[in-house]
């Protein structure tokens, strides 16, 4: 499928002289190294393009067309850390006919790193997330504390090492309250997002990780004030990336949230898989350069 950019790339080649010391922070010793971070968001079991004669997005989407995207990037970058911030489920026949298999199957292939638990990766209950965990060949993570036999299935924090980068990624769910159907949920208990967005950060941190990544399912932003990914990155001080889903926000560029010399950028790539963020970060000289945001269309 033919492919462009969904939205401009942002900042490329941005300079640390161009935007001061808000963009850089120290690192461990990791040296001169490049990443690529890809993480996509609500994927609803879209696993075909959407129809040719679909008005808004006939022709575009597709497991095919994302999986030779992720092929040719890995080609052309030896650090490729791919996550998804959840709702994997529910959205398209697929879900309801085979119960999330084929969605597991394909993310396996694509090689995922890890992704977060959405509210709609429960629409099979307990058992059907289960299944998928068990099914999968990256890592589950969330603040969701799990009982019987999801209990240890589901981490609340992994490092991923990516050549000599280390990165510390944690996971959040959303409050189930109102979305999540009782029967679905059962005795899985929610903690609150910020508290326990602290001790992921002082836990990895004091674990020298290069990067922290979260992996958000809060939602980008309320009117209401309601804890989202925005008043996350305000609140948590030493996030480096908060990769989000649940509101199916196009960013046109991620927002940039500071705390002193360090910052925080909050991002998110639509849903359906529509598009792929991409980060490309520069680790050089013990600091963090964020270097460009594409979000691209397939």
Known sequence: MNRRNFIKRVGAGIAL????NSVAHAFGSVGAEDLVILHT?????????FPAGDPKYGGRGGVAARM????????????????DAGDIFQGT???NLFGGEPEIRAMNEMGYDATAIGNHDFDAGLEGLERAIDRAEFPY?????????????VHPWKIIQKGRVKVGVFGLGINPKGL???????????SDPIAHAKEMVEILR?????LVVCLSHLGYQYSDGTVSDVVLAEKVEGIDFVIGGHTHTFLEQPTLITHGNRSTWVCQAGWAGLAMGRID??????KVYFWQADYTQF
């Open 281 to 286: 970060v520069k680790l050089h000289s013990k």
């Open 93 to 95: 026949p697929y879900f």
């Open 17 to 20: 002289s161009a935007l001061g």
């Open 41 to 49: 968001n609500d994927f609803h079991s879209r696993m075909e393009p």
């Open 180 to 190: 999540i159907s009782p029967s679905m949920f059962g005795d899985t208990r929610f």
């Open 68 to 83: 030779k995207l992720i092929q040719e990037i890995r080609s052309k970058h030896k650090n490729v850390l791919l996550v």
């Open 206 to 210: 004091s674990q020298g990780v290069d």
């Open 141 to 153: 993570l969330s603040h969701y504390q799990f009982q019987g036999t999801l209990k240890g299935k």
